[in-house]
């Protein structure tokens, strides 16, 4: 069974550094979210994004954060500058339908 | 706004036990109500899901059902394994509220042999 993968695993990042997480949905997804876990909180939203468009975006979703989908395949998360709190586990999911999202294993994100 | 609550965990219960992971919700909409199961190391799976009242998700022995008047929907098992051992998240979505799920803060069951 296909399944939405992130890589990389870990990223251990200094402040201030931009880093790109990537994410390579099921092939038949047309939507596609960004969600992160702060260590003990909730998990929270971030973006969607369908049509090759941002659908929707939190308040955390600021002008640091930038989303992409180039080639049609790979979705990725940028974010510009790294702070301490982006410190996070982040997570990608997809879906062919709004309400039925299918996450990927999550990539872990340091910010030192 | 709309808001999930759980039940704190952890939750630590014998092989065979029952386990009851309760869950309410407020939503300005109708919702969809769902369950989530994070494995050790791993994603969130999709793990039951209800549409409308009264409807019951069930999916590997667990069961959840949507209870408009009391906006709960407590998840349910008869007979842990140990295999269950993993943090369990409900999540709401309504599609006038934008394209997004939102979570509960995750309950930590532990079963033990």
């Known amino acids: 069974e296909p399944e939405v993968t992130q890589t990389p695993s870990h990223q251990v990042t200094q402040m201030g550094q931009e880093v790109i997480l990537r994410c390579v949905p099921i092939?038949?997804?047309?939507?596609f979210y960004w969600y992160r876990q702060i260590l003990g909180q909730k998990v929270e939203f971030l973006v969607s994004?369908?049509?090759?468009?941002?659908?929707?975006k939190s308040e955390i979703f600021d002008d640091q954060f930038s989303v992409e989908r180039p080639d049609g395949s790979n979705f990725t998360l940028k974010i510009r500058s790294t702070k301490l709190e982006d410190s996070a586990m982040y997570f990608c999911?997809?879906?062919?339908?709004?309400?039925?999202?299918?996450f990927g294993p999550g990539t872990r994100l340091t910010v030192t | 706004g709309d808001s999930v609550t759980q039940m704190e965990g952890p939750v630590t219960l014998s092989e065979e036990a029952f386990l009851t992971i309760n869950c309410t919700y407020t939503a300005t909409g109708y919702p969809s109500l769902f369950w989530y199961v994070q494995y050790p190391g791993e994603g969130l799976q999709l793990l039951l899901k209800?549409?409308?009242?009264?409807d019951k998700g069930s999916n590997k022995g667990f069961e959840a059902t949507y209870r408009k008047e009391t906006t709960s929907f407590h998840l349910e098992k008869g007979s842990v394994q140990v295999s269950d051992s993993a943090v369990y998240f409900c999540?709401?979505?309504?599609?006038?509220?934008?394209?997004?799920?939102?979570f509960g803060g995750g309950t930590r069951v532990l079963v033990k042999p």
């Open positions: 999911a997809g879906g062919t339908s709004s309400y039925e999202q299918y």
């Open positions: 209800a549409t409308k009242a009264d």
């Open positions: 994004f369908y049509n090759n468009e941002i659908s929707e």
């Open positions: 092939s038949n997804h047309l939507y």
């Open positions: 999540a709401l979505y309504i599609k006038a509220a934008g394209n997004k799920l939102t």
